[in-house]
């Protein structure tokens, strides 16, 4: 096997050794008439890209090569070579100018064309583009498309006299708009927005409710005035900053259970029973002899002919008294200690950040309790159908006052 190693630049030695300690044939690629060699595959090394393909241009070797792998020639790039060999396709879709048609709808219809991320250069058509375009939606008017880098590029103009009446609001059939809102009383300390319009800003107090991401955008006119807006699923990450109450009670007395046993053993009765349809016969004395009692019950079913239902039951009841007993004050802040450190630990788990604990311990007259303040910051915010925005019609307001 005769394996072509690019040696423009690059570590194209440490590529030639390895392939030829595996046994294959190595030849090396400095100027375009090495390209006029049999081989078998290629390998782009490791370098500087932007170098590299100064120099396959300068010494004309680019495009033959850009040939030879697009007819199918196995090729293995490394490093720098590798961003090279991904340079022969489109990564990247931008369209600006749409005000009626989101970027989603548009992308969605050019990858039903075959035009979409990941495809090469060499089948980009860009005045297929134009005219697919141009025939799919009526309100776009002019259309161009263009490559630059590893991105299509496509500019769109739309007639905006479509937009008769300035309060409407356009959507794609398939998306719907939706806010965000808050979910809680909070003070805004973080807001990215990805999609949508912000409603609020750093150091916001927002109540419950409250609209922190429009999900729609406005379309403007050439004089930047609102002329109506266009439906998004909005999408942020939002931080809010709040303070939460906690309390845990602690009864000074409890109870704890003695069981009554004999030298060796617990005291214990058992007792059995059968369930037959809607009947139930048992051993157990319908006077239980024991004030208090812990019952464990363990059942089995064995349905007759799978329509009778008979169930087998047998009961262990261990009687016990109840001791009264006090906690003592070390107990105690143990108890809610532990209590409070699992309520944090379940807050973390949800993803909230405790900035500041006010939370202390008190001695009651009957009780010890856990009381305080957390102030804590937390994701805030949850999807709600879009709320329309009533648009000011500047020229009517100008008419009136004139008259």
Not at 100 to 113: A, H, M, V
Not at 220 to 242: S, V
Not at 300 to 307: E, L, R, T
């Amino acid at each position: 096997m005769k394996v072509a190693v690019l040696a423009v630049q690059g570590a194209f030695e440490e590529h030639e050794k390895v392939l030829q300690e595996l046994g294959a044939q190595t030849i090396q690629l400095r100027q375009a008439k090495d390209l006029e060699d049999s081989f078998d595959a290629l390998v782009l090394p490791g370098g500087e890209s932007t170098v590299q393909g100064k120099l396959l241009r300068e010494l004309d070797m680019y495009e033959p090569l850009r040939a030879k792998i697009a007819a199918g020639l196995p090729v293995l790039a490394t490093c720098a070579g590798l961003i090279l060999f991904m340079t022969r396709f489109i990564w990247g879709i931008d369209i600006s100018g749409n005000l009626s048609y989101t970027d989603d709808t548009l992308k969605r219809f050019l990858s039903s064309e075959n035009v979409k991320g990941g495809m090469k250069k060499s089948d980009v058509n860009c005045r297929k583009i134009v005219q697919d375009l141009r025939k799919k939606y009526d309100r776009i008017i002019w259309v161009s498309a263009s490559v630059d880098g590893c991105r299509l590029v496509i500019r769109i103009k739309e007639n905006e006299d479509d937009f008769t009446d300035s309060s409407k609001i356009s959507s794609d059939n398939n998306e719907e708009g939706k806010d965000i809102i808050a979910d809680t009383d909070c003070t805004i300390v973080d807001i990215i927005t990805r999609t949508g319009t912000p409603m609020v800003q750093r150091g916001t107090k927002v109540k419950k409710g409250a609209i922190l991401v429009s999900g729609q955008i406005p379309i403007c006119n050439d004089e930047k005035e609102i002329t109506g807006y266009r439906l998004k699923n909005a999408d942020a990450d939002i931080t809010g900053e709040k303070a939460i109450t906690y309390q845990k009670e602690l009864t000074r007395q409890y109870i704890r259970k003695k069981y009554y046993r004999s030298r060796f053993y617990f005291l214990q009765k058992r007792n059995f029973g059968i369930r037959l349809g809607r009947h139930y016969f048992t051993t157990e004395s319908k006077n239980n002899q024991y004030p208090v009692f812990e019952k464990h019950v363990v059942q089995k079913k064995y349905p007759i002919a799978n329509v009778i239902p008979v169930t087998l039951e047998k009961s262990t009841i261990t009687p016990y008294r109840k001791m009264y007993k006090k906690y003592t004050k070390a107990d105690a802040r143990m108890i809610l200690s532990v209590d409070f450190q699992d309520y944090c630990k379940e807050l973390e788990k949800k993803g909230v950040e405790i900035i500041q604990n006010d939370v202390k311990i008190y001695t009651g007259s009957e009780t010890y309790y856990a009381k305080g303040t957390l102030k804590i910051r937390c994701s805030v915010g949850r999807k709600m159908p879009s709320v329309p925005i009533p648009i000011e019609n500047s020229s009517e307001e100008e008419t009136k006052n004139g008259d």
